[in-house]
């Protein structure tokens, strides 16, 4: 990331995605691409990211089709993974606002464990912005 930070390239656009992303691209479709994070949350089972190939930074740039693209990536994964439960992010617009590393949209679909009240283990937690002061 730091590398294509210096080349003021985005990480997520498909020229540099295939070069400088680890994971195989697990579906393509006309709008999206469905990935594993290279980088995925701790405490993750699974963290896939579902990327928009064309650079957009806003939620209001997605057409009608685009959406329903990504409503059927999401159902793919969800039988091809048999995903018991899940959680979609989707951070849009000024990462000053959001925190998110990358600006160019994408989604984020995480899956935790089952909780385990023997061990209490913790709650996932993911960014998405900064709390007012």
Same mark, same amino acid.
């Given at each position: ?7 003021? =390239?985005?990480?997520?656009? +498909?020229?540099?995605?295939k +070069? ?13 691409? /469905?990935?594993?994070?290279?980088? +995925? ?9 579902? /990327? ?9 740039? !997605?057409?009608? =089709? ?9 159902k793919?994964?969800?039988? #091809?993974?048999?995903? +018991?439960?899940g959680?979609?992010? /989707? ?8 925190? =998110?590393?990358? =600006? ?9 464990d ?5 061990? #209490?283990n913790? !709650?996932?937690?993911?960014p ?6």
């Open positions: 990331m730091e590398e294509l930070t210096k080349m003021d =390239a985005c990480l997520f656009c +498909p020229k540099y995605l +070069p400088y992303h680890d994971n195989q691209i697990e579906k393509t479709g006309k709008y999206w691409v /469905i990935t594993k994070n290279d980088y +995925p949350y701790d405490g993750t089972v699974h963290h896939y990211l579902i /990327i928009y190939k064309k650079h957009i930074e806003h939620i209001k740039d !997605v057409s009608r =089709a685009g959406f329903s693209e990504l409503a059927d990536h999401l793919w994964l969800s039988k #091809k993974d048999k995903l +018991p439960a959680g979609l992010a /989707i951070r849009f617009g000024d990462s000053d606002y959001t925190g =998110a590393s990358v =600006a160019h949209l994408h989604a984020q679909l995480l899956v935790g089952k909780v385990n009240s023997k061990n #209490k913790k !709650v996932l937690n993911f998405i912005g900064y709390k007012k002061i």
